[in-house]
T-cell receptor
């Protein structure tokens, strides 16, 4: 079976940094995606980690440790528009998602 | 169009009605996926097509759910005799090839409400 855990909610102040953790236990693994989803909209791609280590993309970075079954998404210089749900998804050609972490950015 | 499109965006059905949800993937994308997203949850896999072949339907919750992609492009998810527990957002995603390293691009979803 697939077991993917991430916190339900996080709140942070505009300009701050937030780290969203994701732990997984899955039967197959080809990599890990992070998606952003605003309410009522489609998930949009943020990052994809296949190998261990840190991937940096502007204000967003993602880290993967395959041996620990662990990933995190780091959001820097938070902006109000970053308020959304962040989904961790394990790729085994089909995606297995966590329940999502709702991030609220406050002024 | 540039992205994945789905129609209708919203559907209200009375319990027991049949519904059909349409997905237009990005042109040239070989792989197509359907996911079901309940309120406050992450998407759950339903089924997978590679071109017109349905290679995995292990996520379909019951035999009331049926999906097809007869010409390897547009796909339809059909739900027969809808039940209240079928209320959810149905997301379609496509990717360029069968490689598991390809990003899946999601459509905006169809929000189904069964009364």
């Amino acid at each position: 079976g697939q077991n993917i855990d991430q916190p339900t909610e996080m709140t942070a102040t505009e300009g701050a940094i937030v780290q969203i953790n994701c732990t997984y236990q899955t039967s197959g693994f080809n990599g890990l995606f992070w998606y952003q989803q605003h309410a009522g909209e489609a998930p949009t791609f943020l990052s994809y980690n296949v190998l261990d280590g840190l991937e940096e993309k502007g204000r967003f970075s993602s880290f993967l440790s395959r041996s620990k079954g662990y990933s995190y998404l780091l959001l820097k210089e938070l902006q109000m528009k970053d308020s959304a749900s962040y989904l961790c998804a394990v790729n085994d050609y089909k995606l297995s998602f966590g329940a999502g972490t709702t991030v609220t950015v406050r002024a | 169009g540039a992205g994945v499109s789905q129609s209708p965006r919203y559907k209200v059905a009375k319990r027991g009605q049949d519904v059909a949800l349409r997905c237009d993937p990005i042109s040239g994308h070989v792989s197509l996926f359907w996911y079901q997203q309940a309120l406050g949850q992450g998407p759950e896999f339903l089924t997978y097509f590679q071109n017109e072949a349905q290679l995995d339907k292990s996520g379909l919750p019951s035999d009331r759910f049926f999906a097809e992609r007869p010409e390897g492009s547009v796909s339809t998810l059909k739900i027969q005799r809808t039940q209240q527990e079928d209320s959810a957002v149905y997301l379609c995603a496509s990717s360029l090839s069968q490689s598991s390293y390809n990003e899946q691009f999601f459509g905006p979803g169809t929000r189904l409400t069964v009364l």
